[in-house]
């Protein structure tokens, strides 16, 4: 009786106006969406490539790290054509040198239009239009049924009503992905089509992971259809309900709660932070000129290539004294700034849509923890470029050399963190609760529920 009940729901879906339009809403997005990303990842590949041989030849040109610095080109995560994640920009170039901290380029080429109107990535499509798509499968689940009559000619026969349910839910639920997952394998197609774009096992068990979140957080979202349905008498009703918890849900609280945890949880002004390490700089500079003066008065009579060599060797000293304090004035606002975020997490989980944004940045290698580590590995290798720059210098001038030179400058690595670092067991475990609580929440109201 079980297995003909969940027949009977997932026929009823299968044959129905809105199984239709969710394949072909489904395909649309999913297809133009994935080529469009794919393309704009062939392009940044050829800009990337472009910018490495670049700027390889600035740096020999020069020859000069201390003056000139570096530019260092973030590696392209290929996860970006399905989320896109904090960096909406593919290429990512920054300067690093000894004098000032690391400074990102903005490119502002191109159709300025696209900004306006940028293509809908996986995590918009499942967050967003697969949510409103697991709404209108399940908002008449129940009311529907009981409007129809149908609802009172089931529950006549003797099955129990937990069967019931749980028929309803896993018809509709099989109903409502199956579009999902076909759209996103043909979008995968198109990906692989693009010999471009080269996928490593890594990414596609984070494609795998990430797709088991989406199916929690549908799941969710399904039950939470159900849950609403099986409390209300008319659909019209269940419908209105659900649209206002969902405006509620995916597009207030995600929103919302960062300006709450910013007022909870203030971090100090940006200005305030820059007036200081100006500060800091223009003492350091000064402490610089009254010892290098005192040095200078000191031995006037010393060779020139000793009095080229201490020069570099003081100021690589009080670039990385000035390093050292600018680090620490950066990892106390990080501190405070981690702080702000994690409220803020933590608050926005009460919607099934932060956690599942936040399983699969991280799980795509687009979010947080990522960019963060990104940042922390280029103030590590500023420290190496200042020191191996005033290196060369202090070489070139203790043996009368006219030209410096800079082979075997340290090179930036930065890798993808390991995929079992990067699951958010936490949200899963969120979307797993949120799972229970509205199944629950329906089975309970079903029991009590008035079929006449």
Known sequence: MFFLLVRKELL????????????????????????????????????????????????????????GGIKIDKPLNPMQIFFKGLDQELTTTATVNSESEPQFEA?????????????????????????????????????????????????????????????????????????????????????????????RPQHWGALGLIMLCALLYLAAIYSLGIFVSARTQLASTSITVLLMVWVLVVLVVPNTTPYIASQIHPVRDFVLIDREKYQIEHEEEKRFQKRWNEWEEKNQEAPDNIRWSTWPLMRRIQRLRLIDHQDKINDQFLKQLDGQIRLGQYLSRISPLSSFAYAASDLAGTGIADRNRFLKLLAEYRREITTFGFQTRIDASLNDEDNRTIEGYPKFIFEESVLGDRIAWIDILFLGMWNILFFMGAYLSFLRYDVK
């Open 12 to 67: 009823e879906q299968l044959l129905s106006l809105r199984f239709a339009m969710a394949s072909i809403i489904c395909l649309v997005v999913v297809l133009s969406s994935t080529w469009v990303l794919t393309k704009d990842y062939k392009e940044a590949q050829a800009d990337y490539r472009t910018n490495i041989v670049l700027h390889k030849n600035q740096i020999e040109e020069s020859n000069d790290l201390v003056d």
């Open 107 to 199: 490119g502002y080429e191109g159709n300025p239009v696209i900004f306006l109107f940028p293509p809908i990535d996986l995590l918009f499509f499942i967050g967003v239009v697969m949510s409103l798509l697991a709404i209108a499968f399940s908002y008449d689940a129940i009311s529907g049924e009981k409007e129809l009559g149908t609802l009172k000619l089931l529950m006549s026969y003797s099955v129990p009503r937990d069967l019931v349910l749980l028929a309803k839910w896993i018809g509709g639920y099989v109903a409502l992905i199956a579009p999902f997952l076909v759209s996103v394998l043909c979008g995968l197609v198109v990906v692989v089509l693009f010999p471009t774009v080269e996928l």
